[in-house]
T-cell receptor, first 114, second 115 residues
């Protein structure tokens, strides 16, 4: 079974609008961490935001926030006030605390339209 | 700090050739890993290491070997290249910040084509 599922291969958003990128995960562990990475066309992987399974508050980092719904096993990334530079691939990932591996989803390609 | 470095950036191989992708980090991280990225597949873990002398297989280890003789270096060897190994390869290192949070740093990637 897939550990991380990203069901949106591609998304479009108007500049200055907010956009939500979906991520669901599968684990039987109680302790885990969820991550989002950005990959621009230049190819590097950039860490954006982290949410721990025991964190009660949704994580925020500037214009990025993580909508964490533990019961639904979802960890959606919300980008507010989209900018042209936000056009990129976005990957959701998980690491179980007792494990040694990061699991990545297949990614969502976001295009910001001027 | 140079972070995570990978060489080469690009490589073309013929089927059956062998080669080593180099990865080094100068952050004294214990954990290092190799991923491959294929269109529509995301990043898939090939091999990882939790410290010098310790390696383990990830999701797609066939056709690849690794070793970890030092904390800094984690080379990936292709034993007999096949067209199915055409991909972009990322090396990453990470360390435990605390409370389960791992900071993972990626190298710039190696684009490998096998003809």
């Amino acid at each position: 079974a897939q550990k991380i599922t990203q069901t949106q291969p591609g998304m479009f958003v108007q500049e200055k609008e907010a956009v939500t990128l979906d991520c669901t995960y599968d684990t039987s562990d109680q302790s885990y961490g969820l991550f989002w990475y950005k990959q621009p066309s230049s190819g590097e992987m950039i860490f954006l935001i982290y949410q721990g399974s025991y964190d009660e508050q949704n994580a925020t980092e500037g214009r990025y926030s993580l909508n964490f719904q533990k019961a639904r096993k979802s960890a959606n990334l919300v980008i507010s006030a989209s900018q042209l530079g936000d056009s990129a691939m976005y990957f959701c990932a998980m690491r179980e605390y007792g494990g040694n591996q990061f699991y990545f989803g297949t990614g969502t390609s976001l295009t910001v339209i001027p | 700090n140079a972070g995570v470095t990978q060489t080469p950036k690009f490589q073309v191989l013929k089927t059956g050739q062998s080669m080593t992708l180099q990865c080094a980090q100068d952050m004294n991280h214990e954990y290092m890993s190799w991923y491959r990225q294929d269109p529509g597949m995301g990043l898939r873990l090939i091999h990882y290491s939790v410290g010098a002398g310790i390696t383990d297989q990830g999701e797609v280890p066939n056709g690849y070997n690794v070793s970890r003789s030092t904390t800094e270096d984690f080379p990936l060897r292709l034993l007999s290249a096949a067209p199915s190994q055409t991909s972009v390869y990322f090396c990453a290192s990470s360390y435990l910040l605390g409370q389960g949070m791992y900071e993972q740093y990626f190298g710039p990637g190696t684009r490998l084509t096998v003809t």
